[in-house]
Every structure is written in structure tokens, then in C-alpha cells.
């Protein structure tokens, strides 16, 4: 069980299972912390929501977007194509990074993409048709850290929920990293809390990490 002292994101991580990917202790030692969720209504109406925390529990980032999806599971996947975006336009490729998700498919693809790129043999991808796109972008992103693995919570338990369900509640205290306040390596970054950018709209993930293929 955690110390619940801890930051909420590494306190989520420490107790929740990683699929497929052994979860001894040394993999709590994170430099940052993920957690992802989108929502879907069947007006086409959704949001994006993204919370990213160092290890000390510093805000780096904190999104709440309105979006338009066709279905959850392609909300998933494009909220967590977005937190992986911003977190790496500032983050250095060496941080280790703990991804926090409420979709059972989509934390286990994570982790089997992320031994992929350790060489260990394949593991099947189920990956919905729609989200296709998206899934190329993660990969991308999952192979351009040092070290990323996904642990699966309950939607409850994820911090990113309300972001995603409600962002017009939340438009008014988005957070984004601002450069000049990352200098890239992660033992710098670990006590910035980021920058408040309040009424920032945030624009949807880039299509254009499209490197790995499905």
C-alpha cells in the first residue's frame, strides 16, 4: 500500500496494476505522471481531459477540452494522444513517465508497445478502427521516452474524469507548461508547478506522429 502522504498521481500509480508488465518497486520511481480520460455523449458533445504531475506532486499541466468524438473509446485514445503530445514538447526523453487510465484495452496496448520497443516478442494490439490514427501518435510518443508503462484505475479513482466530463467547469483554470519554466532534463523539472494560462483553449492532438505503424 502507498504512504498516503504522497502525491495523488504516484499514489494512484504505486496501487493500481500495470497489464502485462511486472510492477516491482523500483517502477514507482516516475519523474512524471499521467492521468488521461475522455468522455462521449450521444449528441457527439465530449471533452479531453488531462492532469500531468511530477513526482513531488508539482502541476505541470492541467487540460479540460471540449471535443467532438464518435464513440469512448475513441476519446480514450485521443485524451491520452494529447497529455503524451504536451508532455513531450517539454519533457526530456529521459524521463520515466507513469500513465494513468481508466480504459482496460488501452492501458494494456500501452504497456505491450512499450515492450516492444525493449525488444521482448510482440503482443497483439486491439486497437478500435476509429482510433487508429490516435494509436500511431501514442506509439510514437511511448517509444520516445527511456522508460512509460500504464496502469489501469477505476474511472472514479481518475483525476482526469471530471476534466473530461465536465470541461466547461474547468475552462477557466487550465495549466500549461510554459518552456522557459522546463529545462528539459528531469531532475530540473521535478519541483516546477507549471504555469497558470487561464481561458486557453488547448487544440486537439497532432495527427502528424504517424512513425509506428498499426
Not at 45 to 73: F, H, K, S, W, Y
Request: net charge negative; glycine share 8%.
Amino acid at each position: 500500500m502507498a504512504a498516503y502522504s504522497r502525491p495523488a498521481l504516484r499514489n494512484l500509480f504505486d496501487d493500481s496494476p500495470t497489464p502485462h508488465i511486472a510492477h516491482p518497486p523500483r517502477t514507482h520511481h516516475r519523474d512524471y505522471y499521467l492521468a488521461a480520460d475522455g468522455s462521449f455523449r450521444q449528441s457527439g458533445d465530449g471533452g479531453l481531459g488531462v492532469l500531468i504531475e511530477t513526482r513531488e506532486g508539482g502541476t505541470v499541466a492541467r487540460l479540460a477540452v471540449p471535443d467532438q468524438v464518435p464513440d469512448n473509446n475513441v476519446a480514450e485514445y485521443r485524451a491520452l494522444h494529447l497529455g503524451l503530445d504536451v508532455l513531450a514538447e517539454h519533457v526530456h526523453p529521459e524521463a520515466r513517465v507513469g500513465v494513468l487510465v481508466d480504459h482496460d484495452d488501452l492501458a494494456a496496448n500501452v504497456n505491450r508497445a512499450t515492450l516492444a520497443t525493449r525488444g521482448d516478442p510482440p503482443h497483439p494490439y486491439r486497437v478500435p478502427r476509429a482510433a487508429r490514427h490516435h494509436w500511431r501518435g501514442i506509439r510514437a510518443r511511448v517509444a520516445r521516452f527511456a522508460e512509460l508503462r500504464a496502469a489501469r484505475i477505476d474511472s472514479g479513482e481518475n483525476p482526469a474524469h471530471p476534466l473530461a466530463n465536465t470541461p466547461e467547469q474547468y475552462r477557466g483554470t487550465q495549466v500549461r507548461p510554459a518552456p522557459e519554466a522546463l529545462p528539459g532534463e528531469p531532475a530540473d523539472l521535478r519541483d516546477e508547478p507549471g504555469t497558470r494560462d487561464r481561458g486557453q483553449e488547448v487544440p486537439p492532438p497532432s495527427r502528424a506522429d504517424r512513425h509506428a505503424s498499426d
